[in-house]
C-alpha cells in the first residue's frame, strides 16, 4: 500500500467500514497530493454525496471517487508510467497492479491493445490500435475506460487530438485539444466539455463560484460537506426550506470562500442524535448570514476564520445547542449577533478578553478589549 494512505490510516484511524467518509476522503486526496504543485477537478454531487474527480500534476494523476462508505484511487506514475488501484471494501484496503504486458485483441475487427495486463483485462499504461494498426489512444486505462492521463489521436494520420486528463473515460482536468491541422485550444474539461463556473443545481465542482442551492427539501439524509477542492467557490448560498434532514453541515478548508448564507427552514428536521454545524479554516470568509434553521443541531463550531467579521444568526437557529464555539483564528470579527429564545450561548474565544455569555442580541467588538 502507498506510504501516505498508510501513513493517514493511522493518523485519522480509518480502520471501520462506517468510518469511510467523504471529509476523510478529502482528506487523504490532500495527503496524496502534499508537496506536489497540482490542479484538482474535483466534483461533490450534493444530492449522491459523492466525490469524483482528477488532481493532476507533472508527477501523477490521481482519480478519486467515493463516499460514505466506499472510495477508490487510481494513482498513475506519469513519470516511469506505472499505475496502482487502491480501494477500501469491506473494512480493508485493497491494492491493485498489473501482473504483466501483453497484447489483448479487444473486439473480432482486429482492433487491440498493448500494454499492461489485470486478470487478462487492459490495465494501466498502454496503446489501442485501431483495426488497421493505427495509433488511436496512448494512455492509462481501467475497466475499459480512459483515465488519469492519456493521448488521444486522429487515427488516419496519427496526430494528437487531446492529451490531458481523464476521468471513466471523459476528458477531464487540463487538457489540449488540437485539430486535424495544427490549432490547440487549452482548456479545463469536465465530463468531456469546457468547465464552466455555472452551478448546475447539484453539483459543485472545482471551477464553481457561486453555488446557489435551492433543491433537495426532504429527500437528503446524508451529510453536507464542502472541502478544500472547491477552489474557486466565493459563495455558498442555501435558500429557505432545504435539505431539511441532512444531520450535518461541514464546510472545511474551503480556500476562496467569502460569504455564506444560509435561509430559514433548513436542516430542521433529521432525526438522527448527533447533529453538527462545522465551518472550520476558511481563510477568506467574511459574512456568515443564518436564518430560522438548524433547530436541532446540537453542536455549532467555528475555527480558523481569520478574516471572518460577520456573523449573525435568527431567532429559532440552534434552540438545541448548548454552546456557541468560537475558537483560534478569529481575529477580525468585530460584529456577533445571536438571537435565542432560550438558553444561552457560551462564546469561548482566542483572544485575551474574557468569556462572554450572549442572551438576545450582542455586539462583540474587539476593539474595545
Not at 500534476?57 to 462508505?69: P, R
Not at 498502454?126 to 486505462?141: A, L, N, P, Q, S
Request: glycine letters at 10%; aromatic letters at 12%.
Amino acid at each position: 500500500m502507498d506510504a501516505r494512505i498508510r501513513s493517514f490510516c493511522n493518523d485519522y484511524g480509518w480502520v471501520g467500514h462506517e468510518e469511510v467518509s467523504c471529509a476523510l476522503l478529502g482528506r487523504l486526496l490532500s495527503r496524496l497530493s502534499e508537496g506536489i504543485d497540482a490542479y484538482y477537478m474535483i466534483s461533490y454531487n450534493i444530492q449522491k454525496h459523492v466525490i469524483h474527480g482528477i488532481v493532476q500534476s507533472k508527477q501523477c494523476a490521481i482519480h478519486v471517487e467515493g463516499g460514505d462508505g466506499y472510495c477508490e484511487f487510481c494513482i498513475a506514475d506519469l513519470q516511469n508510467n506505472s499505475m496502482c488501484v487502491i480501494q477500501y471494501d469491506q473494512e480493508k484496503w485493497i491494492e491493485t497492479t498489473c501482473d504483466g504486458t501483453g497484447c489483448i485483441d479487444l473486439d473480432v475487427s482486429g482492433k487491440r491493445w498493448e500494454g499492461g495486463i489485470e486478470s487478462g483485462r487492459p490495465f494501466g499504461y498502454g496503446v489501442v490500435f485501431d483495426e488497421e494498426g493505427r495509433k488511436e489512444y496512448e494512455g492509462f486505462i481501467l475497466n475499459g475506460l480512459r483515465i488519469c492521463y492519456g493521448n488521444e489521436y486522429y487515427s488516419d494520420i496519427e496526430r494528437s487530438r487531446y492529451s490531458g486528463g481523464y476521468c471513466c473515460g471523459d476528458q477531464c482536468g487540463v487538457g489540449i485539444l488540437s485539430d486535424r491541422y495544427s490549432s490547440q485550444c487549452s482548456s479545463v474539461w469536465y465530463k468531456g466539455n469546457p468547465a464552466t463556473e455555472q452551478f448546475d443545481g447539484a453539483v459543485i465542482t472545482s471551477y464553481t463560484q457561486l453555488a446557489y442551492i435551492n433543491q433537495f427539501r426532504e429527500e437528503m439524509d446524508h451529510p453536507f460537506l464542502l472541502s478544500g477542492f472547491m477552489t474557486n467557490l466565493n459563495n455558498l448560498t442555501v435558500s429557505d426550506n432545504c435539505m431539511a434532514n441532512v444531520p450535518q453541515f461541514i464546510v472545511s478548508s474551503v480556500p476562496n470562500l467569502y460569504v455564506l448564507n444560509v435561509g430559514s427552514m433548513c436542516f430542521c428536521y433529521c432525526s438522527k442524535e448527533q447533529k453538527s454545524f462545522v465551518v472550520v479554516d476558511c481563510p477568506h470568509l467574511r459574512v456568515i448570514n443564518i436564518g430560522d434553521s438548524f433547530q436541532y443541531f446540537s453542536v455549532f463550531t467555528l475555527h480558523s476564520l481569520p478574516l471572518l467579521e460577520s456573523l449573525s444568526v435568527g431567532c429559532g437557529a440552534f434552540t438545541k445547542t448548548a454552546s456557541l464555539l468560537l475558537e483560534g483564528g478569529l481575529v477580525s470579527l468585530c460584529w456577533l449577533q445571536i438571537f435565542r429564545h432560550s438558553a444561552p450561548f457560551r462564546s469561548e474565544t482566542s483572544h485575551s478578553g474574557p468569556a462572554r455569555w450572549l442572551r438576545w442580541s450582542v455586539r462583540f467588538d474587539r476593539t474595545r478589549h
